[in-house]
């Protein structure tokens, strides 16, 4: 049986991907150890979900008017010191620094609320409403040094539908996450993609 790999996932919220991504290592879907959960808000609920379900929390909140790379260093120390091979990303909020994506190469992925290279930023959902979009949908892929940027691993579309607000629509877009996010990972993690 090949070893699972540890990795590491990152919140700044509610950490719902998180916890989909945790219930589908217990599960024995995604065959992944989760080492640290780690988040730049220590009152992130997500940490505490995390807690509760026994797994490793670091919390490092960043510094008003300290350099990036200043605010990533004890992240990055804690990342090293769990020794993980993934890092993955779910509703971390802030912008990673080119030095840190370097650190990892090709070991950090993302989930963003839209269909990239549509609606980048921290507020896909509202954006994709505001334009009048038709559909819109979920995103995984690898980070690169560009905001919401770098190879895509996976895609699904979410229809708009009349009347949607931006918490209806959440709702559609949350439940394609909780599904395509682990799928994904498994993918990555044990197949060539
Ligand atoms: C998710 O919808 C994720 O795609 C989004 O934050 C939400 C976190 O929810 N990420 C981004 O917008 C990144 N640009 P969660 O904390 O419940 O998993």
Redesign the pocket.
């Known amino acids: 049986m090949p070893e699972k790999p540890k990795i590491a996932i990152m919140?700044?919220?509610?950490?719902?991907?998180?916890e989909a991504i945790a219930s589908a290592c217990r599960r024995g879907s995604l065959d992944a150890v989760i080492s640290i959960v780690i988040s730049d808000d220590p009152g992130a609920p997500?940490l505490k979900k995390a807690a509760r379900r026994g797994l490793a929390v670091f919390a490092s909140p960043y510094e008003k008017g300290a350099a990036r790379e200043e605010n990533e260093a004890p992240i990055i120390e804690a990342l090293k010191n769990a020794g993980v091979s993934w890092i993955v990303l779910?509703?971390y909020?802030k912008i990673l620094s080119p030095s840190f994506v370097r650190t990892f190469p090709g070991r950090i992925v993302?989930?963003?609320?839209a269909l990239l290279p549509s609606f980048p930023?921290?507020h896909?959902i509202k954006d994709a409403l505001e334009a009048g979009a038709d559909f819109t949908g979920?995103t995984v892929h690898i980070v690169d040094e560009y905001v919401?940027h770098g190879p895509i691993l996976a895609q699904e579309e979410v229809a708009v539908i009349p009347n949607d607000t931006e918490d209806t629509l959440?709702v559609r877009?949350?439940e394609v996450?909780h599904r395509l996010y682990p799928k994904t990972l498994q993918q990555l993690f044990h197949e060539d993609y």
């Not at 919140?11 to 998180?18: H, K, L, R």
């Not at 993302?110 to 609320?113: A, E, G, Q």
């Open positions: 919140i700044s919220g509610t950490g719902s991907n998180m997500g779910a509703g909020m993302n989930i963003h609320p930023g921290a896909a979920v919401d959440a877009i949350h996450e």
